[in-house]
């Protein structure tokens, strides 16, 4: 009995790995092309996090003219998630980030290098098992919970590493016959690797983003193969990303410690080791205290939170971006219209400790990317976030001419506006252009500085007897309320008011705010000659009429 048999014994059914070598060849890409991945576990929803990791890993595969490719990592079948794959699948798509290959819905995928999901894949991974086997490289393990346990409380006692190494190994040293016989005797058991790492050797690794770093070697007999036939999460990488052709591997920065031993799996199944880019976590400032996003405290932790929220996708891809490459910022002021694709990223340039999420940042770039859309594209957008997440909204944006008017105000000028952060944030802005709305809120209104009743009234009145007429140009329209407030006795230039305060009540600003509150009900808002334009004689003169009323 030798170890060929030993595996045939295990593994009879399996192919073998050349017919595997030569299903998924080298691929054919330019010199300098970067081939990564996005390979999360359907567990739980997907983390801003991954995300980012995700981001990075499809910039730089796009870059470099190289292939991102989604991997669906479902060994761990106890903690699967319903819906958990078309989650993934569907934060890609949401944020404009679809793999080229890989999974694209929950059953379907495409690419020449799949299966994509793990679970589909059992056959390759045993195919390598058998391989490891044969060369001595792996071997079956028939400890039960109880003697792994009690291996562990030994070590524990005696203070020394805990694991399944060495000497500690109990079934490493038995002998070929042994096992075969515990095997057909119908004993239980998995699949581990007969490491050849010792703990007092060191290894050096080249991070891309954290640089170099020392390692001890790994000395761990860890689990290949479970007792359900399928790979842990170490074993599953290697062939993975050997057999997908992955160029580096983009992931988060808790695997970094598990170097060693995936580098001595690459190189014990002979091949070639991928460079690897570990990612720090994104943080929050908790109160002064420095955390990761935490999936249970923080909302904003998951990716579904940015929808729900109508943060604009190309706002948070951008936020991340910037937090991904300091140089980002720069960039940006530099080139203030180019798209985000253009931005010469670097991952190499990546920050090795973990960056601080800032969500007034983001909503700023939230602004400024929707203050750049066209009406129209503010329109489309808001529609399909009110469709999902607020019928009120839907409804109010049914008359689409009247709303892209709307969304007009103040946009596609030198100086657009920039009151929108997110589509959760258009109702709130628009709903005094509604009259039904406007009415509806309009209880109090916030008049400033001139805000006694008979001082409103004769502004309100006079303006609409004699001064207002919906077809003046916005400088009669300006130069008419210059006129009112002289002829009221308010000063028609600020500047004249600020020289001689005693000789007036108040300044033009001042009567155009009144007009302003009466009209909307607020005391700011954009351009209030293009709002007027936008509601037309009838609700203004209605408006004012209404304001007067309730004085
Ligand atoms: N399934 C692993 C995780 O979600 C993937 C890590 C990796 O990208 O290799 O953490």
Not at 314 to 335: G, H, P, Q
Request: aromatic share 10%; charged share 35%.
């Amino acid at each position: 009995m030798d170890y060929k048999d030993l595996a045939n014994l295990i593994f009879p059914d399996v192919k073998d790995i050349s017919y595997y070598e030569e299903k998924y060849p080298e691929r054919n890409l330019e010199e300098g092309a970067i081939v990564t991945r996005f390979a999360p576990s359907p567990t739980g929803f997907v983390h801003i996090g991954g995300l980012y990791q995700a981001l990075v890993a499809r910039t730089i595969a796009k870059k470099t003219g190289g292939v991102f490719f989604l991997r669906v990592e479902d060994t761990d079948q106890k903690r699967e998630i319903e819906n958990g794959v078309t989650g993934i699948v569907n934060s890609l798509k949401d944020f404009d980030m679809a793999p080229d290959e890989g999974m694209i819905t929950d059953e379907k995928e495409i690419g020449n290098y799949g299966p994509y999901k793990q679970s589909l894949r059992k056959e390759i991974y045993q195919a390598y098992a058998k391989y490891m086997i044969e060369q001595g490289k792996a071997y079956p393990c028939f400890c039960s919970q109880e003697e792994l346990d009690e291996i562990r409380e030994k070590q524990t006692v005696a203070k020394i590493r805990p694991g399944y190494y060495g000497v500690w190994a109990k079934c490493r040293n038995l002998t070929v016959e042994e096992m075969a016989q515990k095997i057909k005797n119908g004993e239980k058991y998995i699949v581990r690797f007969k490491s050849p790492g010792r703990e007092d050797r060191k290894i050096k690794h080249k991070d891309v983003i954290k640089g170099n770093v020392d390692f001890p070697e790994n000395d761990q007999d860890i689990v290949i193969i479970k007792a359900d036939g399928l790979p842990t999460y170490h074993f599953a990488h290697a062939i993975d990303d050997h057999l997908m052709r992955t160029t580096h591997v983009i992931r988060s920065d808790e695997w970094l410690s598990s170097v060693p031993l995936h580098l001595q799996l690459f190189h014990e199944l002979g091949f070639k080791a991928p460079k690897y880019a570990h990612i720090s976590p994104i943080m929050k400032n908790d109160n002064g205290n420095k955390r990761k996003l935490s999936k249970r405290k923080d909302p904003e932790a998951a990716v579904s939170y940015y929808k729900e929220e109508g943060i604009p996708v190309d706002a948070v891809k951008e936020y991340l971006l910037n937090i991904a490459n300091s140089t980002f910022e720069n960039w940006r002021r530099a080139n203030p219209d180019k798209k985000i694709d253009e931005f010469d990223f670097q991952l190499n340039k990546m920050s090795v400790s973990g960056a601080l999420f800032d969500m007034v940042k983001l909503l700023d770039i939230g602004k400024i990317v929707i203050s750049k859309m066209t009406a129209e594209e503010v329109y489309e957008n808001a529609l399909n976030w009110a469709k999902e997440y607020d019928k009120e909204l839907e409804e109010m944006l049914k008359n689409k001419e009247y709303a892209i008017h709307v969304f007009g105000i103040e946009r596609g000028n030198k100086k657009p506006r920039k009151d929108i952060a997110k589509w959760s944030d258009v109702k709130e802005n628009i709903e005094y252009m509604y009259d039904d709305k406007f009415y509806e809120k309009v209880k109090e209104y916030p008049y400033q500085v001139i805000n006694d009743k008979e001082s409103i009234e004769k502004i309100l009145k006079l303006y609409i007897e004699e001064y207002f007429d919906e077809n003046d140009d916005k400088q009669t329209w300006f130069d008419k309320i210059k006129e009112l407030s002289g002829r009221l006795g308010y000063a028609k230039e600020v500047k004249e008011f600020k020289e001689n305060p005693d000789k007036y009540k108040a300044h033009v600003g001042d009567v155009s705010t009144v007009l302003r509150v009466a009209l909307t009900g607020r005391t700011n808002t954009p351009d209030m000659y293009e709002i007027m334009q936008v509601l037309g004689k009838e609700s203004i003169i209605k408006r004012f009429e209404k304001a007067i009323e309730l004085l």
